[in-house]
C-alpha cells in the first residue's frame, strides 16, 4: 500500500510538473551576472570571442563562458537564467534575470538601474500569476517567489562613475556610498513587501585590480596596494562592503522572518590576485583579451572583441577576460567559494 502511494506522488510530480523542493533564483545586478539582458534591451551584439570556451557563441555574457550565477544554477540544478528583457522563446521555469551590463544603483528611473529592475519584477511577477489564474502555460506561482532566492549584485560601476568623475578622489565617492546602500536597502524592502524572504547581497568586487583600470590611470607605486592593485579602489570598495554589511544586519532585525546574506565575494576575488599562482593563474594584472601586451594588454581603443585586439594562449591561466570582466576559470572558483561558505547553507534554505 505504501509502495503504491510513493508511486502515485512520483506520478503526480510527473504529470503535473510539481516539485516539493523546486529552488527558483531571481537575480538583480549588472555585467557580472547579465545572461543577455543587455543583448535583448539594448540589441548590443556581444559576440565571439565572447562565449568561445563554453558556449561557442555570443550569449549576451561579457566573459568567455559561464558566469559566477551559472555555475550556481548548475550547482541547484537549474537552467541557466533567461533574461526578463528576452522577447524570443524565454524560459522562466529556473528563475528570471534582471541584471544588464552597464546597470547602477542610483540614479533611478532609467534603464536600466537597480530600481527599474526591482520595477520590472514586480511587473513580471503580478503578470506571471495573472497568466497562472488563466490556466495559460506553466509560470511562477506564489509559494515559488516566495522560496526563491534574490540575488542582488551590483554597485561596481557607481562606483567607478563617482571616482572617474573626482578624478580618483577618495572623500567625494566616500560621500556618496551611503545613498548608494541606502537605494540598495530601498530595493530588498520592496522586494520583500513583494514577497522575497531569502536574499544574497553580494560585496562588490576589487575593482583596483581591474587591468581597466591599471592601464587608463598613471600611476605610481604610492597609488597601489601591497600586490600591485589601485588603493583608493580598493578601499572605496571596501566602504561601499562596510556599508552592505551594516545594511544586511539592520534589514534582519526589520525584516525578522526574512533571510538576508551578506556575501563576501571581495575577499574571494582579491585572494585570486593575491595568489594567483596557488589557483593556477599567471599574469593576474593582465587580460586575456585586449590589445597592447604586457603589463595589463588593454587598450579603450582596440577592447576585446573589436579590431586589432589579441587573445591570450591559455584562457584558464588568466583572471581577467577583458579588462573587466572574470574568466570562467575565475568565475568557477569564486562560485565554488561561495557555495562553501558555511553562513550560507544554500541548500538547507532552499529546499
Not at 562613475?161 to 548608494?180: G, H, I, R
Request: charged content about 15%; glycine content about 10%.
Amino acid at each position: 500500500m505504501r509502495v503504491n502511494v510513493i508511486w502515485g506522488l512520483l506520478w503526480g510530480w510527473m504529470l503535473f510538473g510539481i516539485s516539493v523542493s523546486r529552488p527558483l533564483i531571481i537575480n538583480f545586478g549588472d555585467a557580472n551576472s547579465d545572461t543577455g539582458g543587455v543583448l535583448a534591451g539594448a540589441g548590443l551584439p556581444i559576440g565571439l570571442p565572447h562565449g568561445i570556451t563554453f558556449f561557442h557563441k555570443g550569449t549576451g555574457r561579457f566573459g568567455d563562458g559561464r558566469l559566477i550565477l551559472d555555475f550556481i544554477c548548475e550547482h541547484l540544478k537549474l537552467g541557466y537564467l533567461s533574461p526578463y528583457l528576452e522577447s524570443l522563446a524565454p524560459n522562466f521555469t529556473s528563475g528570471v534575470n534582471f541584471a544588464v551590463a552597464g546597470a547602477m544603483i542610483l540614479p533611478q528611473f532609467v534603464p536600466f538601474h537597480l530600481d527599474i529592475q526591482v520595477r520590472q519584477f514586480m511587473h513580471f511577477k503580478n503578470r506571471s500569476l495573472e497568466l497562472l489564474s488563466l490556466g495559460s502555460g506553466k509560470f511562477i506561482n506564489e509559494d515559488e517567489f516566495r522560496k526563491a532566492l534574490y540575488i542582488i549584485d551590483v554597485g561596481q560601476n557607481d562606483l567607478l562613475e563617482a571616482l572617474y568623475a573626482s578624478n580618483l578622489t577618495y572623500a567625494p565617492v566616500a560621500a556618496k556610498v551611503p545613498s548608494f546602500v541606502a537605494e540598495t536597502k530601498l530595493a530588498v524592502q520592496n522586494l520583500y513587501q513583494y514577497g522575497g524572504r531569502k536574499f544574497w547581497i553580494y560585496s562588490t568586487g576589487p575593482q583596483g585590480c581591474a587591468p581597466k583600470e591599471l592601464a587608463l590611470h598613471m600611476h605610481n607605486n604610492t597609488d597601489l596596494d601591497r600586490i600591485g592593485c589601485f588603493r583608493v579602489h580598493n578601499d572605496l570598495a571596501k566602504l561601499f562592503n562596510k556599508g552592505l554589511r551594516s545594511m544586511c544586519k539592520d534589514l534582519r532585525s526589520e525584516l525578522e522572518d526574512a533571510s538576508i546574506v551578506y556575501v563576501d565575494v571581495y575577499t574571494i576575488k582579491y585572494d585570486l590576485f593575491a595568489k594567483a599562482s596557488k589557483y593556477g593563474f599567471v599574469e593576474p594584472f593582465k587580460a586575456c583579451c585586449g590589445y597592447g601586451g604586457p603589463p595589463n594588454n588593454y587598450n579603450v581603443k582596440a577592447t576585446c572583441g573589436q579590431p586589432g585586439y589579441n587573445m591570450c594562449n591559455n584562457v584558464t591561466s588568466a583572471i581577467v577576460w577583458d579588462g573587466v570582466h572574470y574568466t570562467e576559470a575565475a568565475n568557477q572558483i569564486v562560485a565554488s567559494k561561495i557555495l562553501s561558505m558555511p553562513s550560507l547553507k544554500l541548500d538547507n534554505t532552499m529546499y
